[in-house]
């Protein structure tokens, strides 16, 4: 695994800016906002992917994932992007706050098999543990005891933990219990329409009442409305995340988010 780790430091150089290489594609990040309502401003940014040929079209990045799985590069290629998004996070300021980095829960399970990796790529991007929140991505896996290994290590490093997309899928619940994260991100199938969804709404509520209780934090994607938006801050939910209030941008070219005024509760 030293050989991968050389290979990804040597394609994300420390102290630069931009992409790197990846197949016949170059790879780049963003950076979404994630909005606090308490605080109306940022208190965090998640790290996304985009690909481009050499001619300039862009590639959706499941595809890209798909293509590196298929030929057993995908745990590679989490590595990367998640090298390429702590490199460049660093070039929004100091008022960044947290950066939340996607990670599949087979890039997790491997993570713990080779401890090394992901401290040595926090290190040589000089990023601080403490500010790095780990999304697991909510998809099948059949090595959950593993997967709450990774976890384990995560914290241990000093990093947050978030289960990402709750409420798309059936056995999420389950991962929850095991995993018990420190943020929960709820899907956009939740929150879209929430403002006249009363099915929706009963969930969400009941979603941040246990929340609370369990002292984790909440925050709501794919949040393009502003009646849903409306009803997230009444219903008690702090964070969001969505078109309405930023879109994705690189770090270098201004992409930082200004504050936005969100609705009070009532």
Same mark, same amino acid.
């Given at each position: 695994?030293?050989?991968?780790?050389?290979?990804?430091?040597?394609?994300?150089? +420390?102290?630069?800016?931009?992409?790197?290489?990846?197949?016949?594609?170059?790879?780049?990040?963003?950076?979404?906002?994630?909005?606090?309502?308490?605080?109306?401003?940022?208190?965090?940014?998640?790290?996304?992917?985009?690909?481009?040929?050499?001619?300039?079209?862009?590639?959706?990045?499941?595809?890209?994932?798909?293509?590196?799985?298929?030929?057993?590069?995908?745990?590679?290629?989490?590595?990367?992007?998640?090298?390429?998004?702590?490199?460049?996070?660093?070039?929004?300021?100091?008022?960044?706050?947290?950066?939340?980095?996607?990670?599949? +829960?087979?890039?997790?399970?491997?993570?713990?098999?080779?401890?090394?990796?992901?401290?040595?790529?926090?290190?040589?991007?000089?990023?601080?543990?403490?500010?790095?929140?780990?999304?697991?991505?909510? /998809?099948?896996?059949?090595?959950?005891?593993?997967?709450?290994?990774?976890?384990?290590?995560?914290?241990?490093?000093?990093?947050?933990?978030?289960?990402?997309?709750?409420?798309?899928?059936?056995?999420?619940?389950?991962?929850?219990?095991?995993?018990?994260?420190?943020?929960?991100?709820?899907?956009?199938?939740?929150?879209?329409?929430?403002?006249?969804?009363?099915?929706?709404?009963?969930?969400?509520?009941?979603?941040?009442?246990? /929340?609370?209780?369990?002292?984790?934090?909440?925050?709501?994607?794919?949040?393009?409305?502003?009646?849903?938006?409306?009803?997230?801050?009444?219903?008690?939910?702090?964070?969001?995340?969505?078109?309405?209030?930023?879109?994705?941008?690189?770090?270098?070219?201004?992409?930082?988010?200004?504050?936005? /005024?969100? +609705?009070?509760?009532?």
């Amino acid at each position: 695994m030293n050989e991968a780790l050389e290979r990804i430091l040597a394609a994300v150089l +420390p102290g630069e800016a931009g992409g790197a290489p990846f197949d016949s594609l170059v790879l780049s990040s963003r950076y979404q906002p994630i909005f606090s309502s308490a605080e109306q401003r940022p208190f965090g940014y998640e790290g996304l992917l985009v690909s481009y040929t050499a001619d300039g079209k862009a590639v959706a990045p499941h595809r890209v994932f798909d293509r590196a799985d298929a030929r057993g590069q995908g745990v590679y290629l989490d590595w990367l992007s998640r090298a390429l998004h702590l490199r460049n996070w660093r070039q929004l300021g100091e008022a960044r706050g947290l950066l939340f980095l996607n990670v599949s +829960p087979t890039a997790a399970i491997e993570d713990a098999h080779f401890e090394r990796v992901f401290p040595s790529l926090l290190a040589a991007y000089e990023v601080n543990p403490a500010d790095v929140v780990v999304e697991i991505l909510e /998809t099948g896996v059949e090595e959950e005891p593993q997967l709450v290994a990774a976890v384990a290590m995560y914290r241990a490093l000093g990093c947050k933990v978030a289960l990402d997309d709750f409420g798309a899928g059936a056995s999420e619940m389950k991962r929850f219990w095991r995993l018990r994260p420190d943020i929960v991100k709820i899907d956009r199938s939740l929150v879209r329409g929430c403002a006249f969804d009363r099915g929706n709404t009963a969930l969400l509520r009941a979603l941040v009442a246990y /929340t609370e209780e369990m002292g984790l934090e909440v925050c709501a994607e794919g949040v393009e409305d502003a009646a849903d938006l409306r009803q997230l801050v009444n219903l008690g939910v702090r964070h969001a995340q969505g078109y309405l209030l930023g879109r994705p941008d690189p770090a270098w070219s201004g992409g930082v988010a200004a504050p936005v /005024t969100l +609705p009070a509760a009532g």
